[in-house]
Every structure is written in C-alpha cells, then in structure tokens.
C-alpha cells in the first residue's frame, strides 16, 4: 500500500473521531488547512497536547527558544489530549497543512509511521545539529525506531513509579541507612512484606491506586508486573495473541495478594487515592511520576519517589511511555522551515532540564546528566526507570489514551476488585485481545 493510500485508508477508518469540534475556530491551524485559507504563518508551527504544569514548562522552553533566536517566530497550538489531538494531526497532514513539529507518545508512533504522516529523524536535519542516537537513553531511542527507520526524537521517559510516605517508611523500617531511599528489596515475598510493613506503621493501607473508572493506571500496573515475566501480550504488529497463561495468572494472584487481604483497597477513585496519601493514610502509592508536582503543594507531606524493584521476574521493569518530537510530512515545506524545525526540536532538548519540572525523566543524555536536573529531588531518584523502560506493544491500536487500554484495564480492574478469580481473568483478557487482533488494521503494519 503506498503511503498516500495508507494516509487514506487511515483517515476513512479512524480520522473521524475528533473531527466534532475541530473547526470550531475558523482561524485556527486547523481549519485554515481544511478550508485553504492560508494566514502568514509563523517560522515554526508546533502542536502540543500539554496543559496545566506540563503547559507552563513547555510555555518556558518555547519562550528560551525565542530568545535564543530573536529572528525566529514560534506558534504553538495546544489540542485535545488523546485521541482528538491524534486525528487532528492525521487530518492536517493529509490535507498538505500540518504543523512543523508535533508532540507524539511513543507508543502511538508506529500508526503514525505505517501511515506515512511522519518525516523520518533522518531527513529532518537534527543529525547535523548532533541529535544522535547515542545521546538518548536507549530504550526511548529503540522505541521511536519503526522497521528500521528512526521516526521522531524522544523528549522524555516518564515511568510508572513507586511513591513512598518517608516518615511511616522510617517507622516500617524500610529507609536504607542514609534515609534518601528504600532499602534493597527484590521478589515478591519482600514487596509483600514492605507493603505490610507500611500497615502496621500506623497506615490505613499499606500502598494505594486509583481503580476505579482508572482503566490506564490499571493497565500499567498489570502490565509493569506481567513484563517482568513474559513478552508482550500481543506480537506480529497487533495482530496475533501472544499470552502465556502461566506468568498472566501469576500477575493476577500476586494483584491480588494486595488486595485480598487489605493490604491496599480493591476499589478506590483517583481522588481517593490522593486522599489516602495525601494525609499519611498509605504508605505506598502506585503512580505516575506526572503526580509529583500535585504532591508537593500537600503541606506536610514528606514523600519520595523510587523506580519499582523486581517484583515476580529476576529484573526490575518499569512500564513506561515517552513524549517525543515529530515532523509530519510535508512536501511542500520549505528548506528554511525546515531548518527552523530541527532548530526549535534541538534546542526543546537543550532545554528538556525545565520539562523534568513536571516529574518526567529527560530522553536527551546531556540535559539528564545536567546539574540542572541532577539538582532536581524526587526526579533523579527513579531516572534508571527509563532505562528499564516498557512500553506498550507495537500495535495499531496501543498506546497512551486507547481504547485499548480502557479495555484490558477494565478487566484488571475486575481482578483488583475481586470480582474475577486468576484463571477467568486470563480467559477474559484473552477475550479483550481477540477484539484487536481480528479487526482489520487501518493500515498494513509490518
């Protein structure tokens, strides 16, 4: 399938999702591509889907790139988080007016690239401004590598992690002996234990999660533990089931060997889950590091962040995604456009110190080994995160904001809570997946 065949067929089966609401502003990037009015634009045309703190800090990196480059003008669009802002990237690409940089998750990359929407790294000019592979933590630079071919530059990794109360840790007896970290731990039994220990501190619980009506969290759980002991769930691109049964139903006893007994709750919203760490009532919170920066405003709250330890296999994992920067194809653009968009991704980078404000692990090795971030407490605590990083399976279907993910989360959260025993859940999980890999892909994945 050619690749303008490809963008077709992708927007015909999934390039609908969004489009309700997208050309709401008639002067917006957007509506100017679909409807051929074309305002002057700016030098660098940049679409991000951050908001709140992340916004802020990216607001700051656009401004130190203006500095910089005092003759450079930069327009950044914020969309749609997930599935709106995907659509709307895949439609202005297809229109021949995308923007000049655009943010991806990684785990989202390989449609984007089956799809042809994507320039490859190599042909956007950042190599020649030394944006190479061996100055990015390897497992975000792999990740962005599709059949061969590098398709966007890593800004980040930013894991699922292990929050920890450090005064009911001291208590437990878990702080190592300089009091900045847990002590080593590995294997179930000795997770099992610290778990309790938090307990019988004084906590409510001894770890919390959001679950309810949290099928992303539960997926990341479920999948964080699982990929210690087997491979993905889905190979071949998404289209064949690849479960081993054996590891699946040891995940969802040892899930179960939290919840079962009290040790943390079967059921808990995400504003219950900030609650019970929040006042001292659990000891363990299981989270993304993007929390961080909403914990820090508790007063009195003194807390740390650690990467989880091996829990059933002989390594630690950690599940993880990354924001990366990509250029949609664009024939039409200009080689002085061109090189104001390998400029503004280098220097994002250069600047990616200011993006770890907001909790996540920088991609760019010169920005993670900065005094600048090294400075930066619970953030350099968990950076080997992302070098045990796993993403979500390479499918068409994957990534940060799926349905996929709401899906199988559903049925983890149906096992946390106990409503679904070890055995069935490996049959229904088979189920979930059976759903993807017999539907007909939007475009050919190899």
């Known amino acids: 399938m050619s690749g303008a065949m490809a963008r077709r067929r992708f927007l015909a089966l999934g390039g609908g999702l969004a489009l309700a609401g997208g050309l709401s502003a008639c002067s917006s990037p957007l509506a100017s591509g679909l409807t051929g009015s074309q305002p002057d634009p700016a030098d660098v045309i940049f679409w991000n889907l951050f908001t709140g703190g992340d916004g802020a800090n990216m607001t700051l990196m656009e401004n130190a790139f203006r500095t910089a480059h005092p003759g450079t003008t930069v327009e950044a669009t914020i969309l749609g988080w997930g599935n709106p802002y995907y659509t709307k990237l895949a439609l202005a690409t297809a229109s021949g007016t995308p923007p000049d940089v655009g943010i991806s998750h990684l785990s989202r990359l390989p449609l984007l690239a089956a799809s042809g929407l994507l320039e490859p790294v190599a042909e956007t000019g950042v190599t020649e401004l030394g944006v190479t592979p061996d100055r990015f933590t390897p497992a975000a630079w792999k990740k962005a590598t599709v059949n061969g071919t590098v398709y966007a530059v890593p800004l980040d990794t930013h894991p699922f992690v292990l929050f920890y109360n450090v005064d009911l840790a001291k208590k437990a007896g878990l702080l190592n002996a300089a009091g900045d970290g847990l002590k080593p731990m590995k294997g179930r039994a000795a ?46 691109s998404g289209t064949t089931i690849d479960i081993d049964a054996e590891a699946m139903q040891e995940t969802f006893d040892f899930m179960q060997s939290l919840t079962g007994p009290g040790l943390m709750p079967k059921s808990l919203n995400g504003s219950g889950a900030n609650a019970l760490f929040s006042t001292g009532k659990a000891g363990f919170l299981f989270d993304g590091e993007w929390q961080i920066p909403s914990y820090r405003l508790v007063k009195g709250l003194r807390f740390n962040v650690v990467p989880f330890p091996a829990l059933l296999g002989p390594e630690p994992v950690a599940y993880a995604d990354s924001h990366a920067l990509v250029v949609p194809r664009n024939p039409k653009r200009s080689p002085a456009r061109t090189a104001h968009a390998a400029q503004f991704i280098k220097s994002l980078l250069d600047n990616s110190a200011t993006w770890a404000h907001g909790g996540h692990v920088p991609a760019w090795l010169p920005s993670q080994r900065s005094k600048a971030f090294l400075g930066q407490s619970p953030q350099r605590n968990y950076v080997q995160a992302a070098f045990n990083a796993q993403y979500d399976p390479v499918a068409w279907y994957t990534g940060a904001g799926s349905d996929f993910q709401n899906t199988v989360g559903a049925t983890v959260i149906e096992v946390l809570a106990g409503r679904l025993g070890p055995k069935k859940a490996v049959g229904a999980m088979r189920a979930d997946l059976k759903r993807y890999t017999t539907a007909r892909p939007p475009v050919t994945m190899k």
């Open 191 to 236: 997770f099992i234990d610290a778990v309790k220990a938090m307990k019988e501190a004084g906590a409510q619980y001894g770890a919390a999660m959001s679950i309810t009506a949290d099928p992303s969290t539960a997926w990341r759980w479920f999948s964080m533990i699982y990929s210690g002991l087997a491979g993905p769930v889905v190979t071949g």
